[in-house]
């Protein structure tokens, strides 16, 4: 492996409320994938995001998620698939309006939370977010758990599919991350960071936290930028990578 | 004249809520302004909207208006224009997704309740409106009430401008419709509709209440879908058009 | 059995959106459980409502339901028991100070659609609703699902507990009722639902669209009002006890 | 003057959205206006903040605001009279609902944001908040800012006011703060706080960032949590109050 994406969640404040810090996270990784007004975010809070992606040369995409601020979009709800698939279609334009004013264009898509989370494992799901996609664009770039029924329904619905593992989660044996309800799912140490991402390369695999491993391509890895040890573990692992003569490129970049 | 466009509003549904009869109006007018999930809507609401638009050969736009569903957009909110500007860019982009899914497009944007009624008369939330419609897709027609800022903010901004005035609102001497708080804002008599769309052809202009004329060209008519006389006064309206040899056309028809 | 009580949900619109008909069902009703602006209604729309009830000599209930106005309350949502009981606690205390305005009491509490179905089955938000009205009041009744979680857990509590069943709505086996995404969810026919009602009240039972009974005393019986054909099912259901000499009154009036 | 109160804003996080260092305010403040979930909070934030101040020996107060979390209040809104009450209403009540399950009480009120700045000046909106407060409870203490409508209109409805003025923020000759929108809206220099609150108690008066004198009692001082700078000037106008030996009390504890 000679180049790999690194993502992250941005522009996840709304109105008076700031949360992340995106300027210093767009400093490291390649790739925004940008809350689109239901479980964050607003029309300002994007346009900002998204100018300081074009500024830094990051690539953007939209990161849809739940109707749901007061819980952040991290709470699972229950739709009809049709239902589904107008709501990422909506975000997904949202952004794409967003994004026409500051001279940029969506390159990928990446499912947010409780909804991330629900497709991981539900077909259905999947196959809704990756046919919204479809219709909006069908060269719009599908980031999609690795080993996830996104990455399927992905490829059977013909989109160009990244996979993708966390930095800073760790896993279940089955290849989900862990739930943020466990007091194990986030990784807050830039050295256990740095040998995860080291190790799934490597292996060519996701590595579960009791050692499963799940054979994989991993084209992405995501960094969170709403921990406070965020920025300095996304550093530690771009710093890492590029040690190791590995490039960091934008998701339009890598050859999927 | 030998053509004109009858639009409405659509998809003013929420969720569980329904109001109006985007039906019945679909058969009698030939532009759709659909509302984009801030005043009114969802994506669900929207994509119906659309499909219904299509299967009727009515063009659709887009209806933005305040984040305000517990005013209906009714209510005036002072934002900066930036803000402002994005907030549309939002809502046209929105609705693009969901058109995109239907396999329509999305060629005009007309302002909702409060938005509309500020932009009427103030400059900066008319241009803001313009830019935001440039921005994403210079070629959309901007639904301009006549006698607007918006005319003259759509003009400047390069964008083509259909004047609309309105079948069922009675007028003020500036040019503004009258105010839903005054009793006699809304015709509900389909006589009364027809008289004032006709003196408003055969005059060229814009009639107050009081007999102020106020010449402009007309492009379009508006008629409202959420009154229960709403239909049977479009329907009247569209009859006493076509008596007189008038075409009923879309806005991308109209010769503008 | 001599008397029972006829409770409805009202007060279920919001804004500029209207949804059933309180007028109408405040006459045969004798207790109304209203919506408390979560999701379903609003300030103004519960003053209306409360007004309206004392208006009537119904007696007005909380109606609590998660925060999910897209939804109309109607989608699980999983939150921490805490939160469940501030939520809950919250929306009392909110109809408290709409009452206090029109000059009448919040004399019971009911959960709404998604939050009584899961609260049915599950202790922990059964509990958590009904210490949150413990907390605010203990005298207040809460109505609770006949064969309910809610029913222990009010008992628990010490709190007066009304049995509660639909006159609307078929019923599993376990003594849930049948989910709206079932076509037999809701009873249209009014006979049914005399049917239902006199067998339950004859067998002291639930019993199931299958046949099975299940023990339970009964003290109230819902009738919703946001079906086509509910005010006329609930007047057809209130005469037919009436002939059978049954009394219908308050929830306050009744012996619990 | 041997005592006045110190009351903050307290309770403006939201969800996942944190604003304030409420933890540090409440050991210098004596009184707490909990925001009630329309501007700002949610039920559980609110509970939190409530059983702080209990914890502390702070008295808490609803602050009401309008229904704009995207705006954060701070955006006018025009409503009639009555639907205006209603919301008021519900909001004390929703707190009262909280406060209850944490074994306290609701004795004050204060407007949040744009509410507070129109019913300064708009006696309409100066009285539907005292209606408010008084159909919920008479005894209940309307913090009105000195000098206006709403000190006014508590004294007609017979409530208790206790006339506010603020530590950090600048006052026009009107008597009114000076709107955000301008740069020296905002006092961050402890000593510039510490002048205006001395100068004010020895003058009896507001005094403009004019130098115009407006007569008024002063009850109550306010500051502001959601400053990087808040608690420092909080802390330091404590410590200079105290040591002109004025005692700093709750309100309720105030002779009004």
Not at 33 to 50: K, L, Q, R, W
Not at 190 to 200: E, M
């Amino acid at each position: 492996m000679t180049q790999i994406n690194l993502n992250s969640d941005m522009g996840e404040s709304f109105g008076r409320y700031t949360v992340g810090d995106d300027a210093a996270l767009m400093k490291i990784i390649r790739s925004a994938s940008i809350a689109c007004g239901f479980h964050a975010g607003d029309p300002t809070v994007m346009a900002n995001a998204v100018r300081l992606a074009r500024d830094n040369g990051v690539s953007i995409g939209a990161h849809p998620g739940f109707n749901d601020l007061g819980g952040f979009g991290r709470r699972p709800i229950r739709m009809n698939a049709k239902e589904l698939e107008y709501m990422v279609a909506y975000q997904i334009g949202a952004l794409q309006g967003i994004a026409a004013g500051v001279g940029t264009k969506v390159t990928h898509v990446k499912p947010h939370g409780a909804l991330n989370n629900m497709a991981h494992e539900d077909a259905e799901y999947a196959t809704a977010i990756a046919r919204a996609i479809k219709s909006v664009d069908r060269d719009i770039i599908f980031v999609a758990n690795a080993c996830s029924e996104m990455v399927l329904a992905g490829e059977r619905e013909g989109l160009p599919v990244a996979a993708e593992a966390y930095i800073d989660r760790t896993y279940e044996d089955n290849g989900n991350i862990t739930s943020r309800r466990h007091a194990d799912a986030m990784i807050h140490d830039p050295q256990q960071a740095i040998r995860q991402v080291l190790s799934f390369i490597g292996e060519q695999a996701i590595i579960s936290k009791h050692g499963k491993k799940i054979p994989t391509r991993i084209h992405t890895f995501c960094a969170h930028g709403d921990e406070a040890t965020g920025v300095a573990v996304a550093g530690a692992v771009r710093a890492a990578l590029e040690a190791q003569g590995i490039k960091i490129v934008t998701l339009p970049e890598m050859t999927l």
